[in-house]
């Protein structure tokens, strides 16, 4: 009987070896997180090459941002006090508050940029905002002592005793650490780390204002949040250093885009 008919003999062995299997070559190096300059890159070519206007990823954005404010606050009974800023962060802000104020929450915009000349997509958000009726005011004269403290600033939605939430859509990804943040910005932030001690929840978009994408590091005026609600993949910033303490929980969002849409975009 020869060795390939016998039932017995034994498929592997030392003296009939299975072949050496071939070694594995990833398809794609998938990316992990975003630099100040990839993320442009990955703008751009949404824009650009697959013709998504950045209206519509606005759109997405707020809707994410919105979500995750909901799951914040519990309830719709909770206030939800918006800090929006004159970039698209701004624009993601103001798109978020026109949804939530859509689902019953009392939402106050406090404008961070009250000077600025508002344009594009900005200013488009924000006109469908004050169309709602939102009322929308300098961010100066927000006073985080005109709500009543909370007993938590857990991220569970069993947990009672929150005053409100704070959505932080001042700066992006654009800041830059060498270029410390204006008094005025600091002295808002200020505000907003005042009401995290108080018990507010803080939720930043995309990435805390005053944390620099590429390096992680953080402007002492930096925003502490509570969660940050970010798109495409995290930046690179906020998984490193102070960066990633500022940024507390993180949560992604494709906002339309395919999942590996920036493997895909980079090449």
Not at 68 to 86: D, M, Q, R
Not at 227 to 249: E, S
Request: net charge positive; aromatic share 8%; hydrophobic share 40%.
């Amino acid at each position: 009987m020869r060795q390939s008919d016998n039932p017995f003999w034994p498929k592997k062995s030392i003296l009939n070896p299975q072949p050496p299997r071939p070694a594995y070559v990833p398809v794609r190096r998938v990316k992990r997180s975003l630099t100040r300059e990839e993320q442009k890159l990955v703008d751009q070519a949404a824009m650009q090459k697959f013709g998504i206007p950045v209206s519509i990823l606005m759109e997405h954005a707020g809707l994410a941002v919105a979500d995750v404010c909901e799951y914040l606050a519990g309830a719709s009974t909770t206030p939800v006090h918006i800090f929006a800023g004159k970039g698209n962060n701004g624009g993601d802000a103001y798109v978020a508050a026109r949804l939530l104020f859509t689902r019953g929450f009392s939402v106050a915009i406090w404008d961070c940029a009250p000077a600025a000349k508002h344009q594009g997509a900005v200013r488009a958000a924000r006109d469908m905002a004050i169309q709602l009726g939102l009322p929308i005011r300098p961010a100066e004269e927000f006073d985080p002592q005109s709500f009543r403290s909370g007993v938590s600033r857990m991220i569970n939605d069993r947990v009672s005793g929150i005053p409100c939430v704070i959505i932080d859509g001042i700066l992006g990804s654009g800041y830059v650490y060498s270029r410390p943040l204006p008094p005025y910005l600091r002295n808002i932030t200020g505000l907003i780390e005042m009401s995290r001690v108080r018990g507010a929840r803080v939720l930043s978009i995309d990435i805390p204002t005053g944390v620099d994408a590429d390096n992680g590091f953080a402007d002492p005026s930096a925003v502490c949040a509570d969660c940050t609600a970010t798109f495409v993949l995290p930046k690179h910033g906020m998984t490193i250093g102070r960066g990633r303490m500022c940024a507390g929980q993180i949560r992604v969002f494709p906002i339309g885009l395919p999942i590996n849409f920036a493997d895909i975009a980079l090449g």
